[in-house]
């Protein structure tokens, strides 16, 4: 490099005639190759002109430009956006709190940098690691926005009425506010001076549409319209049979145990009883026996709930030996069983806490005990005076000997009611597809599901295959999280599968009047046909479109508007030419969208997605 050096100068020496050593003195003296000593005099006369620059302070690049660490772009995207959003994050002393647009932005910043370690990332946005988990995991996602409840004790306040200065002010901050209601009316009185109360700014929201309120619905009036809508014939025609689970302490050692009780429809007496650990088939049979034995007579039916254990073959063997036909009640009607539902509802409110104190600490010590307490119980209800029935007794009540043309009529018309439900479930049976049935078969098996007479196959195989699947998934998918209930059985798949397919009925009404209304040339419709072409533009990205119609969608109160976006956003993910797993992929970051958007309830983020699953991923 030295020889480089002096060689470069003993050239500009020549050039303007100044005295300068030979290449030879200058090779000799620096002990450097000729070769290698005229390689770097090329690159130093390269070099040099650009080691020139212009007098003053040299130019700022530009922040595009400028190198960044990633951690400070997220941390300066998200202060951007929360100047940008007021209220969208909020932190108080007992929990932090977020608008469904922040979680959606965060969820759409998180897949462009998933290669940020996850807890690094949550470092940087300020979020809770826990947090940031159930919005970017949509099966564990079950959280809901903070309750408005925690500040009604600041807002006794409430002023009666509003001038139309302060609704309109109420009005213009409410459009450019992201964050809870709670939070925006302590925004109103605090920092825009208006002395209005949460209550009276709700309804201020409500009623110019803003904001609609949710009501619950009101008690269903079923109760009422089916009292005394229970047929029966005379003591001894029909018995009523269920299970009740009993609490007995036993030296500071709780136990629990099922207490089995038969109960006369006619009379109301308590007729047979029995003790046991579980609900099983065997307290059916032990109550049904004690029963019998208690009268000296079976009944000519027995009525028992739908669970497997009151109909395995063991509980159908011991009914047929005794003549007894065996009825089911009517799912999801507790009045069917009224009489033995009152019954516990009795023992409930007489029978004291079940609670003793012996060094015999033995389990069938406990069992009999609540066997001797429940026959007391029975017993002297069964000779109390009953004020319904002209102050006569249970026992004297079924003591009544019933006529041979009542006991031929109550067979006759008990036979009739087995008949039709044996024929309804051959009819249903019957109209089942065979690809159904195999599904059903294989996914009973697979989840474990006890049913042996295949009456709840034969009753989910009446819905759609659609909703079917569906409902599997969601059973699986609850079951993956652990957030089934305990002792469920098939009877709760048939509740999801009905739910699914009432829910996609009223999609599927929804669709058309859609159709209808646009063939119409509807208004509302065109403002949201036009408002759908801008956030449904080719030239935004599939995770743009995605974020913006899942806030279109679950942003508003309308069940018409939600349906609409949603159905836009299938679309427009099924019209882009996507592979499988490309398909996949924006299947999943929809529903991390839509997981993330608190402001609905679990149950409508599950029909969100389910929604978007079944357009992108049809069956038929």
């Known amino acids: 490099m030295l020889a480089a050096v002096l060689l470069l100068a003993r050239s500009l020496c020549r050039h303007f005639s100044l005295p300068c050593p030979s290449a030879e003195a200058v090779l000799k003296a620096t002990g450097a190759s000729r070769s290698r000593a005229y390689e770097l005099v090329a690159i130093l006369v390269a070099v040099l002109p650009t080691l020139v620059r212009p007098t003053g302070r040299p130019a700022r690049p530009s922040p595009e430009t400028s190198a960044k660490p990633i951690g400070a772009t997220i941390t300066r995207a998200v202060l951007r956006y929360v100047m940008q959003h007021a209220g969208c994050a909020h932190r108080s002393a007992q929990r932090q709190g977020y608008s ?11 897949t462009q940098y998933e290669d940020v370690a996850l807890e690094l990332f949550a470092t940087l946005v300020e979020v809770p690691l826990g947090t940031l988990k159930s919005w970017l995991s949509p099966a564990t996602s079950h959280a809901s926005q903070p309750s408005n409840s925690a500040a009604t ?12 200065a302060q609704i309109e002010t109420v009005l213009a901050a409410w459009q450019g506010w992201h964050g809870t209601l709670v939070d925006f009316a302590k925004h109103v009185r605090t920092n825009l001076r208006v002395p209005l109360g949460r209550q009276l700014v709700t309804r201020i929201l409500d009623h110019n549409g803003v904001r609609t309120v949710r009501r619950r619905p009101g008690r269903s009036p079923d109760e009422s319209a089916l009292r005394g809508a229970f047929e029966t014939f005379f003591p001894g025609a029909q018995w009523v049979g269920d299970g009740k689970t009993v609490r007995v302490v036993l030296d500071n050692e709780a136990f629990t145990f099922n207490l089995e009780l038969q109960v006369d429809a006619h009379s109301g007496a308590f007729v047979g009883v029995s003790a046991r650990d579980n609900e099983d088939s065997t307290a059916v049979i032990e109550s049904f026996e004690d029963g019998v034995a208690t009268t000296g007579a079976a009944p000519i039916a027995a009525l028992l709930d739908n669970k497997p254990s009151n109909h395995a073959a063991e509980v159908v063997a011991v009914l ?21 539902e009152g019954a516990f509802g009795l023992f409930s409110q007489q029978v004291p806490p079940i609670e003793l104190n012996t060094k015999k600490s033995q389990r069938s010590i406990a069992r009999e005990l609540l066997f001797i307490v429940a026959m007391t119980w029975a017993r002297a209800t069964n000779h109390r005076p009953r004020a319904d029935r002209g102050g006569r007794t249970r026992v004297e009540l079924y003591g009544e000997s019933p006529t041979d043309e009542q006991i031929v009529q109550a067979r006759k018309d008990l036979e009739a009611r087995c008949r039709r439900q044996e024929l309804a479930r051959a009819t249903q049976e019957a109209r089942q597809r065979p690809e159904v049935r195999a599904l059903l078969d294989t996914q009973f098996d697979r989840l474990g599901l ?15 295959l659609d909703a079917i699947v569906d409902g599997i998934a969601i059973f699986v998918g609850k079951q993956s999280a652990g957030t089934l209930p305990r002792d469920v059985d098939a009877r709760y798949l048939l509740g999801i599968v009905r739910n699914v397919a009432a829910k996609r009925e009223g999609e599927c009404i929804t669709e058309a009047m859609l159709e209808l209304r646009t063939q119409a040339r509807d208004r509302a419709l065109a403002a949201l046909d036009l408002e759908r072409k801008s956030v449904c533009a080719a030239s935004r990205t599939d995770r743009d479109v995605i974020a913006d119609c899942v806030l279109c969608a679950l942003g508003g109160d309308r069940e018409m508007d939600r349906i ?12 882009r030419g996507l592979t499988s797993k490309q398909r996949r992929w924006l299947v999943r970051v929809a529903s991390q969208h839509i997981h993330a958007t608190f402001r609905v309830s679990p149950r409508e983020r599950q029909d969100a997605v389910r929604f978007v699953t079944d357009r992108i991923v049809p069956l038929n």
């Open 100 to 110: 469904d647009d922040f979680r959606h932005f965060i969820v759409a910043l998180r």
């Open 153 to 164: 004790s600041a807002e006794a306040g409430d002023k009666p009425d509003a001038t139309l």
């Open 320 to 340: 047929d030996s005794n003549d007894t036909l065996s009825i089911r009640a009517t799912v999801q009607r507790p009045q069917n069983k009224a009489h033995v």
């Open 450 to 464: 006890f049913d042996p007479q295949r009456r709840v196959r034969i009753a989910i195989a009446r819905y759609p």
């Open 564 to 575: 609409f976006w949603l159905g836009a956003l299938a679309a427009t993910i099924g019209l």
